[in-house]
């Protein structure tokens, strides 16, 4: 497999998500909104593409015994960024999404790529894997978050200054009147509805390009 296909693998042969139907709580509980969805998308990325890079530098010289503990440690400590970062630079949008950001750390896809593939490969290699996974899930939370958003809230990146900082609080735009939103999507129920339809699309779509 070339470096190409190693990152493009991550995001439509096994998508995180939409194929391989991991990280759905999270996935499920942030996608409210557009600006949820890419903050814990930031944060998933920070952590994950740092955590397969440093493991593929140490892994010819953590001993067999100790590589899941160290994996963990890693992890975990790289969580612990991701959170501090937040809570220096988007406060207010980390308060709304806290849980999510600091369970991370329990995420399978993170832990999965770094066993899988993190402490068997290169550093190039296993920084496109973890690159091509993150994008994967990022395009899934914000599929997700955009959908639920327009059709719950009948706007596109409100409260998109939480993320960005005062100056694009202008961003946001009004899509639908509010008689003609459907405030179900906008909830857990419609987290369901809305993620089951788009996970069949996305199953439909990668089994006809499979088979074309």
Same mark, same amino acid.
């Given at each position: 497999?070339?470096?190409? !296909?190693?990152?493009?693998?991550?995001?439509?042969?096994?998508?995180?998500?939409?194929? =391989?139907?991991?990280?759905?709580?999270?996935?499920?509980?942030?996608?409210?909104? /557009? /600006?949820?969805?890419?903050?814990?998308? *930031?944060?998933?990325?920070?952590?994950?593409?740092? !955590?397969?890079?440093?493991?593929?530098?140490?892994?010819? /010289?953590?001993?067999?015994?100790?590589?899941?503990?160290?994996?963990?440690?890693?992890? $975990? %400590?790289?969580?612990?960024?991701?959170?501090?970062?937040?809570?220096?630079?988007?406060?207010?949008?980390?308060?709304?999404?806290?849980?999510?950001? =600091?369970?991370?750390?329990?995420?399978?896809?993170?832990?999965?790529?770094?066993?899988?593939? $993190? +402490?068997?490969?290169?550093?190039?290699? +296993?920084?496109?894997?973890?690159?091509?996974? *993150?994008?994967?899930?990022?395009?899934?939370?914000?599929?997700?978050? +955009?959908?639920?958003?327009?059709?719950?809230?009948?706007?596109?990146?409100?409260?998109?200054?939480?993320?960005?900082?005062?100056?694009?609080?202008?961003?946001?735009?009004?899509?639908?009147?509010?008689?003609?939103?459907?405030?179900? $999507?906008?909830?857990?129920? %419609?987290?369901?509805?809305? $993620?089951?339809?788009?996970?069949?699309? *996305?199953?439909?779509?990668?089994? /006809? !390009? *499979?088979?074309?």
């Amino acid at each position: 497999m070339n470096t190409a !296909s190693i990152a493009v693998a991550g995001i439509v042969e096994r998508n995180p998500a939409w194929i =391989q139907m991991l990280g759905l709580c999270p996935l499920l509980a942030v996608s409210s909104s /557009v /600006v949820n969805a890419l903050g814990l998308a *930031a944060a998933s990325a920070l952590v994950l593409i740092g !955590s397969n890079t440093i493991i593929a530098l140490m892994r010819n /010289v953590l001993p067999h015994f100790a590589r899941l503990p160290a994996f963990m440690l890693l992890i $975990a %400590g790289l969580t612990t960024l991701a959170v501090m970062l937040m809570e220096a630079f988007a406060y207010e949008l980390y308060l709304g999404i806290a849980l999510f950001v =600091q369970i991370i750390v329990t995420n399978c896809i993170i832990l999965g790529r770094a066993e899988a593939f $993190a +402490s068997r490969q290169p550093v190039w290699p +296993s920084f496109l894997d973890a690159l091509g996974t *993150a994008a994967g899930f990022a395009i899934a939370l914000i599929v997700l978050g +955009s959908v639920r958003e327009v059709i719950g809230q009948g706007t596109l990146f409100a409260h998109v200054d939480q993320l960005l900082g005062a100056g694009a609080a202008n961003l946001t735009i009004q899509i639908l009147p509010e008689h003609q939103r459907l405030l179900l $999507a906008a909830l857990p129920p %419609g987290a369901f509805i809305v $993620a089951g339809l788009l996970i069949a699309l *996305a199953r439909t779509i990668h089994e /006809v !390009s *499979a088979r074309g």
